[in-house]
């Protein structure tokens, strides 16, 4: 497999690349009231769907987006979605990379959903990552990040998409069952004993993955992703939906993220694999979670990003929650390696 990627390098660097970053300024008092005037009483109560730290930010948006540029100059453009909200990015862009200004674009929601408009507003980031191959002019072959998503090594055009094929990174696992009995056993409890009859379990990362390959026709295993920039082929997913309308309205039909719901990404992947992509590589990641943790715990990721060469990406959860000192510490390493 790894020879047959080789091969193909050459392919990979003629084709254009686009990154779309998906983005959210929850402390935005509008967007705020909106969310609230869909959060009911009925709404459930076990899910955290809805909770605070899911539309935080505390500017990992620029380091992003200036990761994309300093180390995947090769990206043609970067698209940013969001509702309504302007992450206020250009200024920083000016300043480390002039040349690059033109090459940002902020897509509201209104664009991507245009057609599917009865789904507005939404603050489900399954419904919202669903849509985003629906961006005007966006290359066949882009790279999906989630705001809290950074590079800190050059990466190559081959390092994602290897001819017109995207390069998946994670691994294949089994059926989730245990996780499945562990769903019903939940909504068990808690609708006959302790009377929560709109109990939802919590939206699972892994469910979700296992929804869209079920989707895409795996009966007994599924590929998990990890927390890294996520490469998508457009033509694959726009053929799918095409075929499949009501499944994309079904999932795009909540407004707070799901446990029946499929997640874009997942569904990509597979349907990539079942078509016969085999280039599969490790995650080549750091996952950061400082949130409550011991005092060293920063300073030792730092290091093992630092001190392992083949660490391309990090992915850093719920810097909302952390101290203004840690947050400083995360994001004053991120500023180090942008300007060095």
């Known amino acids: 497999m790894q020879n047959n990627m ?58 992003c987006v200036l990761s994309i540029m300093k180390f995947a100059p090769f ?14 990015i ?24 245009e057609g599917f408009e009865e789904f507005l507003p939404t603050f489900n980031s399954i419904t919202i990552g669903n849509m985003i191959w629906r961006i005007k002019g966006l290359a066949n072959n882009f790279i999906y990040f989630n705001d809290d998503t950074f590079l800190v090594r050059s990466v190559k055009p081959s390092d994602w998409f290897v001819g017109d094929r995207p390069v998946i990174r994670g691994h294949w696992a089994g059926r989730p069952i245990h996780r499945m009995l562990w769903n019903k056993l939940q909504i068990i409890i ?32 599924y590929f998990t992703n990890s927390h890294t920039p996520h490469t998508v082929g457009k033509q694959v997913v726009a053929d799918f939906f095409a075929k499949n309308l009501q499944i994309l309205r079904k999932n795009l039909a909540y407004r707070f993220r799901n446990p029946s719901q499929f997640t874009f990404i997942a569904l990509s992947n597979h349907l990539q694999l079942i078509g016969g992509n085999s280039n599969i590589a490790k995650p080549d990641l750091a996952y950061m979670q400082p949130f409550n943790r011991e005092k060293e715990y920063i300073d030792r990721k730092i290091r093992f990003c630092e001190q392992n060469p083949s660490i391309k990406y990090i992915c850093v959860q719920s810097l909302d929650l952390c101290s203004t000192e840690e947050q400083n510490k995360v994001l004053g390493w991120m500023e180090r390696i942008i300007q060095d």
């Open 6 to 63: 080789e091969t193909q390098t050459d392919n990979s660097r003629s084709l254009p690349i686009d990154a779309v970053i998906a983005w959210v300024d929850g402390g935005d008092p509008k967007l705020a009231a909106k969310r609230q005037q869909y959060l009911s009483s009925n709404a459930p109560k076990a899910s955290s769907s809805a909770d605070p730290t899911r539309f935080a930010s505390v500017n990992e948006i620029k380091y």
């Open 75 to 88: 990206v043609r453009n970067i698209f940013i979605v969001t509702d309504g909200q302007d992450p206020q």
């Open 90 to 113: 250009l200024d920083d862009v000016k300043r480390y990379f002039p040349e690059r200004f033109s090459s940002i674009r902020i897509v509201d929601h209104t664009e991507i959903f």
């Open 190 to 221: 808690n609708s006959n004993i302790r009377g929560k009859k709109n109990y939802q379990p919590r939206a699972s990362f892994h469910m979700g993955q296992w929804n869209s390959a079920y989707l895409a026709g795996y009966k007994w295993c």
